[in-house]
């Protein structure tokens, strides 16, 4: 096989790498936005929680039961942090 032959297979072959470095970079942007998707619908679901804890706490009058309640919102501010720093 002559030289122009040699090239061609050498274009072909840098073609399917191309393309299979391109399969795979969609294939991993899918992913991530999947799991930003999941962690944008975590964080809501625990600020959701932590209004219905806030509501509580106003309407509660026992110091023990506003402690506990306290607690469980800084809990829930901690997890919206930890997946608020997973999406940035």
């Known amino acids: 096989m002559g030289d122009a032959g040699e090239a061609l ?3 072909e072959a840098r073609i399917q ?3 299979e470095e391109l399969a795979r970079d969609r294939a991993e942007k899918q992913e991530r936005r ?3 998707a999941e962690t944008v619908q975590a964080i809501e679901s625990l600020r ?3 209004l219905d804890l806030e509501r509580q706490q106003s309407n ?3 110091e023990g039961r506003r402690r506990v309640i306290g607690q469980a919102v ?3 501010d901690r997890r ?4 608020t720093a997973r999406l940035n």
């Open 48 to 50: 959701l929680a932590r």
């Open 80 to 83: 919206i942090a930890d997946l």
């Open 74 to 76: 800084a809990e829930l």
């Open 9 to 11: 297979i050498d274009a």
């Open 34 to 36: 999947v799991v930003s």
């Open 60 to 62: 509660t009058a026992h």
């Open 17 to 19: 790498e191309r393309m």
